[in-house]
């Protein structure tokens, strides 16, 4: 580290990873750090010392951490119980996280819960908070893609309604832990066939389960590129949800924020439906949502 | 063993599992026998040396032995290639397996191939030619719901065409490899939750991926039972393969063949549907169809 000393800390801390940033008190990010210690990683007892290694060297003196994500689960460092939809991003309700080490106070962000159809978020809402805190008065879909694709409808700032796709999850499942492992075993990417999984799981998504194991069979019978299976797979799986969600995109304003790929599967797809979305990149969404949530503790 | 000696031995050798039948000169089951030595954990040294395991008891002399299943497939003991439909249930083009048993003769029958859409089949073949000798003339189509569930449209004694769904498989993965795996943890089942399922998949088979995740969040937010989960969540794959198999099952005959409790899973969804179905019993019918097998063998 180079002698960093953070005005505040903003902590993303996910299932898989966890990712800090030494802020400014103004909110300028002043170094980042991350490391693979998600909370589905560590128990009880190992979440301070696992933030503390990774965050040690910009404390000196007290500083206050506002973290998001899984950490806020019943599972994570303290439960941060769901807000309720209608609700703003950040709604109130900020839970200081148990901590032995005196310069620490952690603040975890609720997430956000739907009774109808039942649905849950963590972490997504932060990003949704720092989209808005950047683009104040928008009004439309914000689509969250990943391990669970989110499609969240949003009005007069607040979160109105949101649904949850295992897309991200099924593709990763079936192509590493079904049969289809077989018929898809490198790296390779073919854009056409991402094209024909989209359109034919948009034109007949009902179809999904037999298109699978046509993928298979075309690789037993046809020797289909492993590049054509995973794309098709891929196109399969986001045209069924596209299909799906047509509810919440349909005649919307529509933001995509995510990683850089695969958002700009979801950008590229809905295009061919005549529907353009805005690309926003996940990263420094994140640490506005974050800002926003210190700004509010400091009020 | 009992000292029974076969005149001729059945075999039913899948990915998994390996049965046997000793079987006298007039199609009667003397013994039977069966090990988890399945062809995937086998590699070509293996085979002869766990089929002997099996059946040695019954062989005094020179025998012959019929199999279906994986066994005939690349990774198996003989490559036995497709038949490609069109085609009898039992094309001909058994495939003699290479033994160095003096007493063994192994044949192995054909798997089912059809180029569009593309899709095979290996070992239903043999099921499909059973309930055919025992059921002369019938015309319909056939339902083998499994871990790759076919749809197989019979007519004239030849198969047309068929389809495969990955319901069996993506059920497994989805309850035990996804975020699921922590609301689907015992063994209850709940019927009214299987119909509810059914007939949510059957109205909007392509909401598929989002009642998935609805599943977990009903478990987080509203302590949804296991046995309501598991049985949704078959309800929801088996509903969204009924919809799609729509144009195979719809005003036909149908026969639904395979183990008792999914087999009737099945028969009570079309039921739902007005589709009556008769539900056949998987065991005999492996054998009648491998003694058909035999029967042309010896002309």
């Given amino acids: 580290m180079s002698g960093v000393k953070a005005d505040w800390i ?29 909370m589905g990683k560590l128990t009880i007892h190992g979440f301070e010392p696992a933030l503390l290694k990774l965050i040690g060297d910009w404390v000196d003196g007290p500083v206050q951490v506002i973290a998001c994500g899984m950490i806020g689960s019943r599972q994570g460092w303290v439960e941060a119980p769901y807000a309720a939809v209608p609700c703003p991003a950040l709604p109130n309700g900020l839970v200081q996280a148990p ?44 689509c969250l893609p990943g391990t669970h694709t989110k499609w969240v409808h949003i009005s007069a700032d607040e979160v109105v309604s949101f649904q949850t796709f295992m897309t991200g999850e099924l593709f990763d499942t079936i192509s590493t832990q079904t049969i289809l492992r077989h018929s898809i075993t490198g790296v390779e990417w073919d854009d056409d066939a991402f094209q024909t999984g989209l359109s034919d ?13 046509s993928l298979r069979a075309d690789g037993l019978l046809n020797d289909l590129p492993d590049g054509v299976a995973r794309a098709r797979l891929s196109g399969l799986l986001i045209g069924a949800e596209l299909a799906s969600a047509k509810p919440y995109w349909l005649g919307q304003q529509i933001a995509v924020i995510g990683e850089g790929a695969l958002s700009k599967l979801y950008v590229d797809a809905l295009a061919a439906q005549a529907a353009p979305a805005t690309q926003v990149h996940a990263g420094p969404i994140t640490v506005a949502g974050l800002t926003a949530a210190y700004r509010r503790l400091k009020g």
């Fill in 10 to 38: 903003a902590v993303d801390w996910g299932t898989s990873n966890l990712r800090a940033w030494a802020m400014s008190a103004s909110g300028t990010v002043l170094a980042e750090a991350a490391c693979n210690e998600g």
């Fill in 99 to 142: 901590s032995s080490d005196p310069n620490l106070q952690v603040f975890v962000i609720p997430g956000i819960k739907q009774a109808t159809p039942a649905d849950v978020m963590r972490g997504e809402e932060t990003q949704i908070a720092g989209f808005l805190a950047r683009n104040p008065n928008w009004d439309g879909v914000i």
């Fill in 201 to 213: 799981a948009m034109a007949r998504p009902e179809r999904l389960a037999a298109r699978l194991f």
